[in-house]
């Protein structure tokens, strides 16, 4: 009895006991990682990821991948660069047209996906490669400067000293945490992810469901692509490279299944800021940059056999 309920602790306390300790070591071992205006950036480090892999989560949810992601935040940070010059758009055309960039990526992959049968690693990396060639044709190939300081603002101020940022990041928690644990349709999404065949069976729509899973993952990577070139000042159509991989990252970390039909939101959260913590961590101790690639595969690796070991137990 008492195995039991320390495997159950482990199981869903196990993520932030971790990450806690991790904070900790950090903490005792290096005195610049506990400083405030450290802690502030290490979260704002995971605010921009954070977003993404809330995106990531709710496709992998359905057993997909989607690997457009950060293709599609330089072409939405593009799009949004050009409307966003002093004097021509108000600050609500950009933020339209980012989201709506984001959007129709997003409705593409669903519906080669959901309506043309597509694997989504095929159609995302078809989605990934238009992305960032339109990106590259919409900015000539150079990063789109002369952006208003309404636009710079919406990401670069703080309220309280807290950045703009974590609230974007807090915000995008919140709805994923009310969408997949209060609505039918998160709970569809369970389901789907479990076994299609029977979601499909009992009733459920499984295609436009599907749908609509993609739609608000290009919903998050334009929103990503809004508030990057906000915080860089820039629509550089070079930005994102890789950003799907550190979406992925923090999604295994948080335990969300890459079978399906399992993780939880909080999950995410502590897997973006966990992924912060270590990137913060190795610049404070000196590490080569070119060692977080090789930190961020093995972590990977690890998160996803830990997965496959865990459901194999159970069977």
């Known amino acids: ?32 990682f506990r400083k405030p205006m450290n802690l502030l950036n290490v979260v704002k480090q995971a605010s921009v990821n954070g977003i993404l892999a809330f995106g990531m989560m709710i496709v992998v949810i359905t057993a997909g991948i989607d690997l457009s992601m950060g293709s599609i935040v330089g072409f939405s940070g593009v799009c949004a660069a050009l409307f966003a010059h002093p004097g021509e758009y108000p600050l609500i055309v950009s933020v339209l ?20 049968g597509l694997p989504p690693f095929i159609i995302t990396l078809g989605t990934m490669s238009i992305a960032r060639g339109l990106a590259l ?76 899973v993609y739609v608000i993952s290009g919903l998050c990577s334009g929103l990503a692509g809004l508030l990057m070139a906000s915080r860089t000042n820039q629509g550089s159509p070079t930005m994102g490279v890789t950003y799907e991989m550190d979406a992925v990252t923090a999604v295994v970390i948080g335990g969300v299944s890459m079978s399906g039909g399992a993780g939880k939101w909080y999950g995410v959260v502590i897997g973006a800021l966990l992924i912060a913590v270590i990137e913060n961590a190795l610049t404070i101790f000196g590490v080569d ?27």
């Open 289 to 315: 940059p070119n060692w977080k690639q090789v930190v961020k595969g093995a972590i990977i690796i690890g998160a996803v056999l830990l997965d496959v070991k865990s459901k194999g137990s159970k069977e």
């Open 137 to 212: 044709v919409f900015s000539g190939g150079i990063p789109v400067i002369n952006l208003s300081e309404t636009f710079t603002n919406m990401s670069s101020g703080s309220l309280a000293g807290i950045p703009y940022l974590s609230f974007y990041f807090i915000g995008t928690a919140l709805v994923f945490a009310f969408i997949l644990n209060k609505t039918v349709f998160g709970r569809h999404v369970y389901m789907i992810g479990g076994n299609s065949v029977a979601a499909r069976v009992s009733g459920i729509n499984v295609k436009a469901h599907l749908l609509l």
């Open 1 to 32: 009895m008492k195995k039991i309920q320390k495997n159950n602790i482990l199981r869903n306390y196990g993520l932030i006991i971790i990450f806690l300790a991790v904070v900790v070591i950090l903490a005792i071992a290096a005195p610049t």
């Open 97 to 116: 047209i980012a989201l709506l960039a984001g959007a129709v990526f997003g409705m593409t992959n669903g519906v080669g996906v959901a309506y043309g």
